[in-house]
């Protein structure tokens, strides 16, 4: 009986302890040293949130925007009447696959009827092939250039301040070494620059 009841106490010593007092002082931890971090790394317009620097949100259908990578599940986190959790994920296809195949030579016959004057070879892959997780918020460099005539024809804007506005957006660099551009921080200066938003 008293090995019962060293039991009981030091599993709720442990209960208390690892499931309420540790997760609330990391918790504080992260609100006071990296306050933007631990709440998600919110951009916000006029005080309102618009999205997270990492996560990625569907610009492909408005040709003044920079357009992100393909997403299996369209950047669609909210929470369908069938599911208790958001969902994330890509296709996961093998690469010998017809329908992986299919849609790869849409994505792209899509985004060179968007972009005319750029030859399919000139695409970098993130712009017709899905991530893994559905939600990529970055293109490659090369991804956001060969956007730019399209979208300055859309907004007026001229390719030099594109180019400029690309340069600020530069976020970090891949473990392949390949430049990454963060497509809604990108987007955000283009519809500052087009008086889309103040």
Known sequence: MKHIKIGIKITIFFAIVCGIIYPLVLTGIG???????????LIYVDGKPIGSKYI????????????????SINYNMTLEKTDNVPKSGGAVLAPDSKKLQEQVKEEIKLFLKQNPGVQAKDLPAELFTDSASGLDPDISLRGAEVQIDRVSKNTGIS????????????????????????????????????????
């Open 31 to 41: 609100q006071v040293a990296a306050n933007k971090q631990a709440n998600g790394s």
């Open 56 to 71: 990625g949100q569907s610009f492909n259908n408005d040709p003044k925007y920079f357009h992100g990578r393909p997403s």
């Open 159 to 198: 390719k030099e301040k594109l180019n400029q506005f690309i340069k600020e957006s530069e976020i970090s660099v891949s473990p392949s070494g390949t430049t990454l551009v963060n497509v809604l921080e990108l987007n955000l200066n283009v519809a500052k620059e087009a008086k889309l938003i103040k």
